[in-house]
Structures are given as structure tokens and as C-alpha cells.
């Protein structure tokens, strides 16, 4: 079972990662054009996957909860619990931010003008993107170093 759960988590893991992280990447240089009707078209066809991205995270962390426990590990260990920080500031970060971010840029697009280059432009979703990708990064630090 253990075994299971460890691929499984993996898996979510890489499909969360890319359906968020994968998309952001591409859209920021979609986002780089500013052809209005191409950001339009991406935007908009990647609102699905990025929330089901945000989803899969959330089912890489029961998965990751699930193994755990079955290795019998304590669940107040030091990097786990901090692993619950980093993993709380992604959730927030891509519901609050990121996903509310798209829309904007969705709607913004819909018709182009300074509407759409002041969404492009905010500097709240330079900094959520920071945030995402190291509380990513600590993610994995955390699950592989194991630290304390």
C-alpha cells in the first residue's frame, strides 16, 4: 500500500505542478505578446486546467497525509509541519491570487485596451509567482532533505 501511495503522490504531484506552474510559464510568454486575442484564447482555455491543477495539489497533500501515517510517521515532526506552511501559502496564493489574476486577464482581454496591459502589468502577480515557486521549492527540499 505504501507503495501505492508513494507513486500516487508523486504522480499528483507532477501533474499539479505542471497544470499550474506549466501553464503560468507559457501564459506569462503568451502574456508577453500582447496580441489581445491570442491571450484571450489561452487564458481562457487554461482556466480549467489551472484549477484542476489547484485541485490536484490539494490531493497531493491528502496523498502525502495518507503516507505518512501509513510509514508511521509523527505528524508534528519539524519539516512535515513546516511543509504544512509552505503548502498553505501555495493554496492561498493560487486560489486568491493567481486564479482571481486570470480572470482579470480574461476579462481584460476580451477587449483589448489599458485595461488588459495594467492586469499584464500588476506587480501582485510577479510577487504570488515568487511565493508559488518557492513554497514549491521548499516543498520538495522539505520532502527529500527531511530535516530535524
Known sequence: MTEFLLVLHILL????????AGVSIIG???????????????????????????????????????LAHAYGLDMTAPWLVYSYAAFAVLILTGFLVHAPWQAKVVAASATPGPELDAVLNSPVHRIASILSALSVLTIVYLMTARPG
Open 28 to 66: 506569462n510568454r503568451v502574456a508577453g505578446t500582447r496580441d489581445a486575442k491570442t491571450i484571450h484564447a489561452y487564458f481562457s482555455a487554461v482556466r480549467p486546467l489551472s484549477l484542476a491543477g489547484g485541485i490536484g495539489w490539494i490531493l497531493t497533500a491528502a496523498a502525502g497525509a495518507a
Open 13 to 20: 504531484f507532477v501533474f499539479s505542478f505542471a497544470f499550474t
